[in-house]
């Protein structure tokens, strides 16, 4: 008799590895930086791969203010954003895309009794949701979350979606069978303090050369190819 296979917490980034919101994210944030600070701080800043609270203390550092002024104004900062995205999304020319193969692999992982799907990304729960429903992709598809709500260091997410599995789930999944999926080397460098395995997918800003240079798992152009990204979450 087959032994059943290893449990596996499989934990998708959103934005360049779900979907492409078109630079949406990006237009509300530096509209809620201008409104509560005056400045959306440096054109050159990458947003991928950080927490929006994150984004939000790099830029305004660079920009001078000091960290009480930004713990300050944080809480408005973030609410204003979300209002924003909101207003983003519900465009008339708003476009945002699932990409490469995402449906049919959250499709095949709903009937893995093994795989249990959820979020690690460094946007605010609410945003994740909204950008996710703009996309077509029901966020009642994911068991759990980890968010940048949640911590602005996007190495403890992994950690809070560990606990987040054993304590509303059930679920315990040590190391290597926490799975995380995401597209730019602070997806795959987040999970190490933990253990976790990263898999890598080309369809955000970083080459498929650029990310396997940061040593993950396994490396995709785009999760088109359905059975080979399972195959590399059973690994």
Known sequence: MSR????????????????????AGRRAMEAALR??????????????????????????????FDDATIDARMPLVLETYVAGLHRELDAPDARVDALTGVVELLD?????????????TGNLEPGAERKLAAA?????????????SDHEVRSA?????????????GIHVEGPGMVIIGD???DIACGRPVGARAIAVATGHYAVEALAEHG????????????????????
């Open 216 to 235: 993950p798992d396994a490396v995709f152009a785009d999760l088109g190819d359905t059975e080979a990204v399972l195959g590399a979450i059973d690994a």
């Open 184 to 186: 730019t080397p602070s």
């Open 136 to 148: 077509g992709i029901a966020f009642s598809r994911f068991a759990i979350g980890a968010f940048g």
């Open 35 to 64: 409104v509560v600070f005056g400045t959306s701080g440096s054109p050159a800043y990458r947003y991928d791969g950080r927490t929006d609270r994150q984004i939000v203390r790099d830029l305004m550092r660079g920009a001078g």
């Open 157 to 169: 997410l992994p950690g809070i979606a560990q606990q987040r599995a054993r304590e509303r789930l």
């Open 4 to 23: 059943p296979a290893p449990h596996r917490l499989v934990l998708f980034d959103i934005d360049g590895t779900l979907l492409d919101s078109h630079g």
């Open 108 to 120: 095949a992982l709903i009937h893995r009794a093994h795989c249990t799907v959820g979020l690690l």
